[in-house]
């Protein structure tokens, strides 16, 4: 069945630096890629997302890359803060057509310290 | 700003009980969804709909129905909990967004179930 993978599961980098999280997908015909971030205790938001007919977009100090070809996409954080520490989840639309579902990641804890 | 509640933050139950879990949001949207969190699984589907009284299974609808019979409503029921049904369950909902397109997924708060 479809399948998204994310790496790493936890990831702790200091204050300043950038960090970057990988997913992998399965289904060739997901379009839809979104980024979700649930603080702790909180639900979970979109925080960008990517469609297939794009390669990168950009929001302030984050970013999403897209590689149709090798099915993986990622996220990437720059001039990480403390407030950056959650539990991201990266997501891929389901085919078949006509389809709202997402199948997520299995989430990455990010820590950044200060 | 689309809002989505749950009726319960909270919700301690016994083995072989009927738990019925509420979600509603207030935005007019067709899909509603059911999921439930677990740390190192992430977010699986349980069950999702995609209209008034329409219903699909999602990965692990095993143990679970749904109902929807309003637009804004959507519940979630565990005919009779056992223990490994323990978890946080999140309830979500998204506009039809048309042909090949996927909208965002707005969740509501969660609902941590014991099962004891």
């Known amino acids: 069945g479809e399948n998204v993978e994310q790496h790493p599961s936890t990831l702790s980098v200091q204050e300043g630096d950038s960090a970057v999280i990988k997913c992998t997908y399965s289904?060739?015909?997901?379009?839809?890629f979104p980024w979700y971030k649930q603080e702790l205790g909180k639900r979970p938001q979109l925080i960008i997302d990517i469609r297939s007919n794009v390669g990168e977009k950009k929001d302030q100090r984050i970013a999403v890359t897209l590689n149709k070809t090798a099915k993986h996409f990622s996220l990437h954080i720059t001039e990480t803060q403390p407030e950056d520490s959650a539990v991201y989840f990266c997501?891929?639309?389901?085919?078949?057509?006509?389809?709202?579902?997402?199948?997520f990641g299995t989430g990455t804890r990010l820590q950044v310290f200060p | 700003d689309v809002k989505v509640t749950q009726s319960s933050r909270y919700l301690v139950k016994r083995t072989g009980e009927k738990v019925f879990l509420e979600c509603v949001q207030d935005m007019d949207h067709e899909n509603m969804f059911w999921y439930r969190q677990d740390p190192g699984l992430g977010l699986r589907l349980i069950y999702f709909?995609?209209?008034?009284?329409?219903?699909e299974k999602g990965d692990i609808p095993e143990g679970y129905s749904v109902s929807r019979e309003k637009k804004e409503r959507f519940s979630l029921i565990l005919e009779s909990a056992s223990t490994n049904q323990t978890s946080m369950y999140l309830c979500?909902?998204?506009?039809?967004?048309?042909?090949?397109?996927?909208?965002?997924?707005?969740f509501g708060p969660g609902t941590r179930l014991t099962v004891t």
């Open positions: 979500a909902s998204s506009p039809l967004s048309g042909p090949g397109i996927v909208s965002e997924q707005y």
């Open positions: 709909s995609y209209d008034v009284k329409m219903k």
């Open positions: 289904d060739s015909a997901s379009n839809y």
């Open positions: 997501a891929a639309s389901i085919s078949p057509y006509n389809t709202d579902k997402l199948i």
